[in-house]
């Protein structure tokens, strides 16, 4: 009975340990989810953007898939973004470098930003730390009305020096879905 119960709290503690880290992160609203949404554990608390998708002018068969939240006065908070995903069902890893961003190296790349005041002040950037979980998967994907939906995992760590001290040092978007609309 004891080799249970020990299996029992082994397993509860493993459970704890892959779950996202708690981290006081401020939450802030989706905003209008017209065109879509973003849900995620982002650091151990549930958070939800407003999203959308968009072609690349370069490369139609590339998109975006962008999430953003705001104050409740309507002030832009968060712009999260993952670039450069394969317009085809699958999965794919995200690796790139931040010059993936501006540019179609091949490699997805995700990226995230905090701002202030009105919303026209740059806070915190954040860029994707290597790790082998960041990918995102495109489960379902209609051309004809323009739908996009999927998954993803994203670890991203914060330019040095930090702006922002109420932001956290690393994010970690786990357990992450959408469904937005293709601009």
Same mark, same amino acid.
């Not at 299996?7 to 939450?27: A, E, H, T």
């Not at 010059?99 to 806070?123: C, E, M, P």
């Given at each position: 009975?004891?080799?249970?119960?020990?299996?029992?709290?082994?397993? *509860? +503690?493993?459970?704890?340990? @892959?779950?996202?880290?708690?981290?006081?992160?401020?939450?802030?609203?989706?905003?209008?989810? !017209?065109?879509?949404?973003?849900?995620?554990?982002?650091? *151990?608390?549930?958070?939800?953007?407003?999203?959308?998708?968009?072609?690349?002018?370069?490369? &139609? @068969?590339?998109?975006?898939?962008?999430?953003?939240?705001?104050? %409740?006065?309507?002030?832009? &908070?968060? %712009?999260?973004?993952?670039?450069?995903?394969?317009?085809?069902?699958?999965?794919?890893? !995200? %690796?790139?470098?931040? @010059?993936?961003?501006?540019?179609?190296?091949?490699?997805?790349?995700?990226?995230?930003?905090?701002?202030? %005041?009105? *919303?026209? /002040?740059?806070?915190?950037?954040?860029?994707?730390?290597?790790?082998?979980?960041?990918? +995102?998967?495109?489960?379902?994907?209609?051309?004809?009305?323009?739908?996009?939906?999927?998954?993803?995992? /994203?670890?991203?760590?914060?330019?040095?020096?930090?702006?922002?001290?109420? @932001?956290?040092?690393?994010?970690?978007?786990?357990?992450?879905?959408?469904? /937005?609309?293709?601009?």
């Amino acid at each position: 009975m004891k080799k249970v119960l020990y299996l029992y709290l082994m397993l *509860g +503690i493993m459970v704890v340990n @892959n779950s996202c880290q708690k981290n006081d992160m401020p939450l802030y609203l989706p905003g209008d989810m !017209i065109h879509g949404s973003l849900h995620a554990c982002r650091n *151990g608390d549930d958070w939800v953007a407003s999203g959308w998708a968009k072609r690349y002018q370069t490369d &139609r @068969n590339f998109f975006h898939v962008r999430g953003n939240t705001f104050t %409740d006065y309507g002030a832009l &908070r968060e %712009d999260f973004i993952i670039s450069y995903i394969p317009l085809k069902k699958g999965k794919y890893a !995200i %690796d790139g470098d931040e @010059n993936s961003i501006y540019a179609n190296t091949g490699h997805l790349y995700s990226y995230y930003g905090t701002f202030a %005041d009105d *919303g026209d /002040v740059a806070g915190d950037i954040y860029y994707l730390r290597k790790h082998p979980k960041s990918c +995102i998967e495109i489960t379902h994907l209609d051309t004809l009305t323009n739908k996009v939906e999927g998954e993803f995992e /994203v670890y991203l760590e914060v330019e040095a020096p930090k702006r922002g001290e109420q @932001n956290a040092d690393k994010l970690c978007f786990k357990r992450g879905r959408f469904s /937005v609309d293709i601009d």
